[in-house]
């Protein structure tokens, strides 16, 4: 058994003894002594108070020391930016926004967060050698194995940037880049639904794209374009030109853009998605009509997708979100009308409860991820081991955590 898996049992958080360990995994306990030392020495697992004496003394109890490092979780949209720090458990410690346009470009936003990420570790009185990673998101298209925004449509100056390159010339640590909606998906799972292994996120917006989390794994694909349901065609959009070249998306009909559009068509002032919900908040018949049937074209395509992946939950975020209801009962009308009975039985359809929040917790969330992986954490011991005796935080840089 690998240090890994011995970490695995104490990263619930539940405290357990030595022996409690080696009972779980088999492993005699001066394997797990072993094991527990290289992970005490890494600063991932700490003493917790004492265990019950069955006679004599107490045994020593040991847990999860989420405070031993931090990560940074950094979401960028279209028009702001969100820096976070976060202990290993997911817990925000501090957190920072500001307006930023990417289309200023990667020097200049990239150039923020390196200024802001010093600042926020600096105000938790936490060293640079005290991070352990940096999680990102980015509003295009990104290849996830090089951190690279591919083709972004609103990102001049990103196309195949390397952005994690970029970042570790201030913070040598791992860099992790991903597309906002993967992150919200992210987010919202560790944030409200840390047991649901399957589900779906849906950012309505300026665009459409969905987040998917199958098995409890995030699905990207073999480019990192799954889940692009913007530009899936749907009945109504036929005759519609989209802004990505085809007639019949999705976006070009239910994005926050389209269904101002069409209210606009209809005599009603809505400039964008903020109106929209503005006005289906006051009750204008004509915008909760708008909106659920932006609902009504969302579940057509999110029926097929409930019957290919089987989904237990459909989170609904984005701007265009915060019309709530509306938008939802145009989504179940059609999702619970054309998907198989059994896919629907126990689906619940929300919006999201994380909120404009889900890609900073998601980001930190992909840090943790890499920190914490299995592969991770064997390689760190093994530098640890090698490296022999050491302080915790010491060991820790040393080993790259």
Not at 74 to 95: F, K, P, Q, R, W
Not at 128 to 142: F, H, Q, R, T, Y
Not at 143 to 172: C, K, L, T
Request: charged share 20%; with cysteine; aromatic share 2%.
């Amino acid at each position: 058994m690998r240090t890994s898996d011995v970490f695995e049992l104490l990263r619930d958080g539940q405290p357990r003894t030595r022996a409690q360990l080696a009972d779980l995994s088999g492993l005699a306990r001066s394997t797990i002594a072993s094991r527990i030392d290289v992970l005490l020495r890494l600063g991932l697992v700490a003493p917790y108070g004492g265990g019950v004496s069955t006679g004599g003394r107490p045994p020593s109890l040991l847990a999860l020391n989420p405070g031993a490092w931090v990560v940074a979780g950094v979401d960028i949209g279209a028009s702001h930016a969100t820096a976070a720090l976060s202990d290993l458990s997911g817990t925000i410690l501090a957190e920072r926004r500001a307006d930023l346009d990417v289309a200023l470009g990667p020097d200049h936003v990239l150039g923020w967060v390196e200024r802001v990420v010093a600042d926020l570790l600096a105000d938790q009185g936490r060293e640079v050698g005290e991070l352990a990673a940096i999680g990102m998101g980015l509003p295009g298209p990104v290849e996830h194995s090089s951190g690279r925004a591919i083709n972004p449509p609103i990102m001049p100056g990103w196309d195949e940037y390397d952005v994690p390159g970029h970042v570790q010339r201030a913070f040598d640590v791992p860099v992790l880049v991903d597309n906002d909606v993967n992150i919200m998906a992210l987010g919202e799972q560790h944030a409200h639904l840390p047991d649901t292994a399957d589900l779906v996120f849906i950012k309505v917006s300026t665009g459409i794209g969905a987040g998917l989390i199958s098995g409890g794994q995030l699905q990207r694909g073999a480019q990192g374009t799954a889940g692009d349901l913007g530009h899936v065609a749907v009945a109504r959009a036929a005759e519609v030109l989209c802004r990505c070249g085809n007639q019949g998306c999705l976006e070009a009909v239910a994005a926050g853009p389209a269904v101002a559009r069409a209210l606009r068509e209809s005599g009603v002032d809505a400039a964008g998605s903020a109106d929209v919900v503005a006005l289906v908040r006051s009750g204008d018949p004509r915008a909760v009509q708008a909106v659920r049937q932006a609902g009504r074209d969302l579940g057509e395509v999110l029926a097929t997708l409930v019957n290919m992946i089987n989904p237990s939950a459909i989170v609904i975020g984005g701007s265009l979100a915060d019309a709530g209801e509306s938008l939802l009962a145009g989504i179940r009308e059609v999702v619970y009308q054309r998907s198989l009975p059994l896919a629907t039985q126990h689906l619940a359809v929300t919006t999201s409860r994380a909120g404009e929040r889900a890609g900073v917790i998601g980001a930190a969330a992909l840090a943790i991820g890499h920190v914490l992986s299995p592969e991770h954490i064997d390689r760190a011991g093994a530098r640890v081991a090698e490296a022999g005796a050491g302080g915790v935080v010491a060991a820790g840089v040393a080993a790259g955590l």
